[in-house]
């Protein structure tokens, strides 16, 4: 079933290709930064986070950037395969609390 | 091992009614959390348990919204009086203990209708 709506921000890339996808966030007191994958019917599974104190972490095919300057956040993905298909959510945990913040979500398609 | 389960997976009631929603969250697992996803919009913080502590309850939209976490595993989230913009999917979420941030782990959801 169905888990987000028909109005999410939408990227599509031919399987093999880099995707980039991006996510600005609000609060300067977040002190960590989450991605999560979120497949059609199913909850949100962790991808790869970043301490506020990092710019960069790598995962395995995917790579967290974060721009404390302009408070951006991407999330870049090697070598897309079909797997990768759901919607991507970045997430902020505000220093002191444990609740996250999370944005409105990208869609990812990958094209055969 | 098991991830964290919710049900019903899905759940249609009718305006007015109550509904209730169970989490059971990891083993060992001393946080819980409650999420809502509605159509067009990410995850919204409802509330979150950690061990014997006071719940966060910042996040709960109007009193009708209550959650209690019995002896420190499983977690009910209790709509009464339900509204149509009550419908949406509630994501129930757990972590370990301790630590500055630890990474939650999410149950499949229970998809609420209210007609």
């Known amino acids: 079933g169905e888990s987000v709506g028909l109005h999410l921000p939408t990227l599509s890339v031919q399987e093999g290709d880099n995707s980039i996808i991006n996510c600005a966030y609000s609060?300067?007191?977040?002190?960590?930064f989450i991605w999560y994958k979120q497949e059609s019917g199913k909850g949100p599974q962790f991808i790869i986070d970043i301490r506020s104190n990092m710019d960069k972490r790598q995962g395995q095919r995917v790579t967290v950037l974060l721009n404390k300057t302009v408070k951006h956040l991407s999330l870049q993905i090697a070598a897309t395969q079909p797997g990768d298909s759901a919607v991507y959510f970045c997430a902020e945990k505000i220093q002191g609390a444990q609740k996250l913040v999370f944005g409105q979500g990208t869609r990812l398609t990958i094209n055969p | 091992g098991a991830g964290v389960s919710q049900s019903p997976s899905n759940k249609v009631t009718e305006k007015g009614k109550d509904v209730e929603l169970r989490c059971d969250p990891i083993?060992?697992?001393?946080?819980l959390y409650w999420y809502r996803q509605s159509l067009g919009q990410g995850l919204e913080f409802l509330i979150y348990?950690?061990?014997?502590?006071?719940?966060?309850k910042s996040g709960l939209p109007s009193d009708r919204f209550s959650a209690e976490r019995t002896g420190g595993s499983v977690s009910t989230l209790t709509i009464q009086r339900t509204q149509q913009e009550d419908s949406a999917v509630y994501l129930c979420?757990?972590?370990?203990?301790?630590?500055?941030?630890?990474?939650?782990?999410f149950g499949p959801g229970t998809r609420l209708t209210v007609l």
């Open positions: 979420a757990s972590s370990p203990l301790g630590g500055v941030y630890n990474e939650q782990f």
């Open positions: 609060n300067s007191a977040s002190d960590y």
């Open positions: 083993s060992g697992h001393t946080a």
């Open positions: 348990f950690q061990g014997n502590s006071a719940p966060d």
